[in-house]
């Protein structure tokens, strides 16, 4: 997953095993910042990793999607910033609540607050948790919601669609902005010549200016080329753009195998890079997954075939396999086309036992390669 995929300002990092609770880091190459889907096993990211998060994405808050939030703001809360956290209604009093259970008494000016955005069906609700006040919740109000778009920036927007896991629960969808891409075969179709006025077009796109118009072209005539001043620029961009479906990435995670569900997943994830997906159980317990409301591997093959992705990456696993990841892997035969990428059963070590550290009263060291040396201590 470290490639570039299909991507070209994104790049997905998953930072969970596929039996760990679920986790994925988006990088926005250019800006050197990320966005953060889930917070479900956190504590082996760097701190400097969770500090470039500037939008957290929170699927539902079963303990395992929501509780890594205590690590995501104890490396945050001392910076000066604001930071955007979307979720299903009800997240605010949420992270409320955990907020409360600390005190706040040293609180200072320059300390970080929290924007919690409630996704709903048709309006987003917003509220504040400013950290100089330690963090007690304020409604801001309400915003109508006319489309799935929740959040964007200059290289990516992020849509999501409330979903069913016997809870309101958000799938997401983060799609790269179109680049400023040109077909030279339809600059010379249209009768146009290069020129300064393509650097002018550039400009105009990135500051989202397009319609702001008029532009000076240079169009080919029987004399040479002559300066023609076109209104409508928008228009003329799509005349000579390239045409390039912009790479995305799908993430669900967990949901009931629903009609209502399929119809929104189908909608939303249609033509979508990177399918990052729950895949709880195997085929032959489809009973368990229809219970709780979640997929199981046929499941999975299902929407794969449907939605048809370049890359499925199936995710959190029901710690009941431990050990048996082969037989996920197993059942999930993936359409010509599809690439399945997959993930070691855990990212990190597992906890350590009793056992395994040292017995009070032993010293411990640290040799100049900083690797531990444990010694008796002498009487
Ligand atoms: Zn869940």
Not at 34 to 54: E, M, P, Y
Not at 336 to 346: Q, Y
Request: include cysteine; aromatic fraction near 8%; charge should be neutral.
């Amino acid at each position: 997953m470290r490639d570039r995929l299909s991507f070209r300002y994104l790049e997905p990092v998953f930072f969970a095993g596929l039996f760990d609770d679920p986790l994925l880091l988006v990088q926005i190459r250019p800006l050197g910042k990320s966005c953060l889907f889930d917070c479900g096993q956190i504590h082996h990211l760097a701190k400097r990793v969770l500090k470039g998060v500037t939008a957290l994405f929170i699927s539902h808050a079963h303990m395992d999607h929501f509780m890594g939030i205590d690590t995501f703001i104890r490396h945050n809360h001392v910076a000066p910033k604001t930071i955007d956290i979307f979720g299903p209604p009800g997240l605010a009093h949420k992270l409320a609540s955990k907020l409360a259970g600390y005190d706040w008494n040293l609180t200072e000016p320059y300390w970080c607050s929290f924007r919690v955005h409630e996704v709903q069906a048709d309006r987003i609700a917003d509220y504040l948790l400013p950290g100089p006040e330690g963090f007690t919740c304020r409604f801001e109000g309400d915003r109508p919601r006319r489309d799935k778009h929740i959040y964007g920036n200059d290289y990516l927007q992020v849509e999501a669609e409330l979903c069913d896991h016997k809870i309101p629960m958000l799938i997401f969808r983060v799609s790269e902005r179109p680049a400023f891409l040109l077909d030279e075969a339809k600059i010379e179709r249209a009768g146009l010549v290069r020129g300064g006025w393509l650097r002018d077009l550039k400009k105009l796109f990135h500051q989202g200016a397009l319609a702001r118009g008029p532009l000076a072209v240079m169009r080919s005539s029987g004399l040479g080329s002559i300066e023609e001043v076109v209104e409508d620029v928008t228009a003329l961009y799509e005349t000579i753009r390239r045409d390039l479906i912009p790479a995305s990435i799908g993430y669900v995670t967990d949901l009931g195998f629903t009609e209502e569900n399929l119809a929104k997943v189908g909608s939303l994830m249609a033509g979508v890079t990177l399918l990052v997906c729950e895949c709880s159980f195997l085929a032959a317990d489809r009973e368990k997954a229809r219970n709780s409301h979640h997929l199981c591997t046929a499941d999975l093959i299902y929407l794969v075939e449907r939605l048809r992705p370049k890359y499925v990456l199936p995710v959190h696993a029901s710690k009941s396999y431990l050990g048996k990841g082969r037989l996920l892997y197993g059942e999930l035969e993936m359409p010509a086309g599809v690439t399945l990428i997959r993930l070691p059963e855990r990212l990190t070590p597992r906890p350590l036992l009793a056992c395994e550290v040292p017995k009070l009263g032993e010293t411990v060291s640290y040799n100049a390669e900083e690797n531990l040396e444990y010694g008796r201590s002498k009487p």
